[in-house]
């Protein structure tokens, strides 16, 4: 005799209950395959959904902390301190689309052009170390360093800070690659020493500047994560501190610099143009003093506490100076004295939007007349101020710090003609041991600056390169606006040597 046959209803019990055991099973597998390292904490923040809205899959956020086990032996990197193959949580799908990244990224196309034919070989990464300071090799997301020469002022602590944090917030995005680095001021590779029918390829050095007569490859500078030795914070936390800074009318009416003049000559002869007995410019000069200022504990060297003039001067050292992103970030009128160098993202600034231009040959002068149209044109001046300032708080804010960073070295990998190997003298660097062992004033900059864990978000969509047509067409228009400024600056010149 047959056993009689389950109801309909008794068919939608047993398959329910199978649903159920198979979404229970693989929401086990799946925290299991992800939460391979006890020192990766998954968040899932809140989300306030409203009326009108449709609701949205929540965001997990992968957080690394650091793991400091040895306290201020930690020398060795954890095993797996971050995963070295990441993808997304949630389908991409449901990620907004990233965004065009600001127009100076497409300078990294011109900057790599010198190997765009030839690729880069291990004998071109090589060549570079006569004059390289320190060598970085990534494989398989680690990073290893070999040190030629230290940094007196630990500019290559900061900068290999800043890459470790690069590889927490892109974790197995970075592709293996094989550079040297050259931390000092003067860029060095000669585009000159590399033309002609018999030349060879240039070195691919990496530094925080260059010039039109070089080939050295541009870099965002170390203080974009503090500089704990000058008191100087990271940058995200220097452009909060700004926030709700004096309105521009608000502000003292002179043009304000302060620095060091010793050793460069365009800054001795900038010190002509202080105020006097005598004469007014409208500018006032301060020397910095950097040994009164260390015994001081550089308390006189908060960036954030010299925007209270309406207008700054920018104007270089012996080579470019960190000070430029600080100056234009004050919402006061950057006063740029003609420059000769160029860092990553100096290029993608406008005379006349994001700044004003000053006549290197004739400092006086063209500032005081600067200052003088800017008192009489309050509302473009203020229009100026604001497109600088905003430039650094839009286009570059730390998201983008880390984009350009990005995509320069995955251009640069893509441009290497064999495979990378860690060399023999390189040591393994993590946050762990840079920040583990790391004194108070130095722990508390890397802590402020390093990055909690990876993003959701992939990096902003890089523009192709400048065309030949393209390139001339915006360098033509810097000219010109340059050379208008002078055409104002000459004819005011003229009408007061007549009413005198």
Wanted: charged residues 25%.
């Amino acid at each position: 005799m047959k056993s009689p046959r389950p109801s309909g209803w008794r068919f939608l019990i047993y398959g329910s209950f199978f649903v159920v055991l198979l979404c229970v099973f693989q929401s086990i597998n799946e925290c299991i395959s992800w939460n391979t390292s006890p020192n990766i904490i998954l968040t899932t923040p809140t989300i306030h959904v409203h009326p009108s809205e449709i609701p949205q899959k929540p965001r997990r956020n992968v957080q690394f902390p650091l793991n400091c086990t040895s306290g201020n032996l930690t020398r060795i990197c954890p095993a797996n301190y971050y995963p070295t193959n990441f993808f997304h949580f949630q389908d991409d799908r449901d990620c907004p689309p990233p965004a065009a990244c600001p127009d100076y990224f497409r300078w990294i196309h011109e900057d790599l052009r010198p190997w765009k034919e030839t690729g880069i070989t291990r004998d071109m990464v090589e060549s570079g170390r006569k004059t390289a300071h320190f060598r970085l090799v990534i494989v398989e997301g680690r990073a290893y360093v070999e040190t030629y020469r230290r940094a007196g002022h630990r500019r290559d602590f900061y900068t290999l800070w800043g890459i470790l944090q690069l590889l927490r917030r892109y974790p197995g995005r970075i592709p293996d690659l094989d550079l040297m680095f050259n931390w000092a001021d003067k860029p060095v590779v000669n585009s000159v020493d590399y033309s002609g029918p018999n030349a060879t390829a240039p070195p691919p050095l990496f530094r925080y500047c260059a010039d039109d007569a070089t080939l050295d490859i541009v870099f965002p500078d170390w203080t974009f994560w503090g500089w704990a030795e000058t008191n100087i914070k990271p940058w995200e936390e220097f452009l909060e501190d700004l926030k709700g800074e004096k309105r521009w009318m608000d502000k003292e009416a002179y043009a304000y610099w302060k620095g060091d003049p010793i050793r460069a000559l365009t800054r001795r002869d900038l010190m002509k143009c202080n105020i006097s007995d005598k004469q007014d410019w409208g500018v006032c000069l301060y020397k910095l003093d950097w040994d009164k200022e260390k015994q001081e504990g550089y308390k006189q060297s908060n960036m954030a506490r010299q925007c209270m003039h309406r207008y700054k001067i920018y104007i270089e050292g012996v080579a470019w100076s960190i000070s430029e992103k600080y100056i234009l970030a004050c919402n006061s009128v950057t006063l740029l004295v003609k420059p000769h160098y160029y860092d990553f993202f100096s290029r993608g600034l406008m005379p006349m939007h994001h700044y004003w231009p000053i006549n290197e040959d004739d400092k006086c002068r063209s500032l005081k007349f600067a200052i003088e149209w800017g008192n009489s044109h309050n509302q473009k001046a203020q229009e100026i101020g604001k497109a600088g300032s905003d430039f650094t708080q839009e286009d570059l804010k730390m998201d983008y710090v880390y984009d350009y960073m990005f995509h320069l070295l995955s251009e640069y990998a893509k441009l290497m003609r064999y495979k990378p190997t860690i060399p023999k003298r390189a040591i393994e660097i993590c946050s762990e041991t840079l920040a583990c062992p790391a004194i108070e004033i130095q722990k508390k900059c890397l802590m402020e600056s390093m990055v909690k864990g990876s993003t959701d978000m992939s990096p902003c969509n890089m523009r192709p390169p400048y065309d030949a047509l393209a390139l001339r067409t915006l360098l033509k228009r810097k000219a010109n606006s340059i050379s208008q400024v002078e055409l104002w600056e000459k004819r005011y010149w003229e009408n007061q040597t007549k009413h005198n």
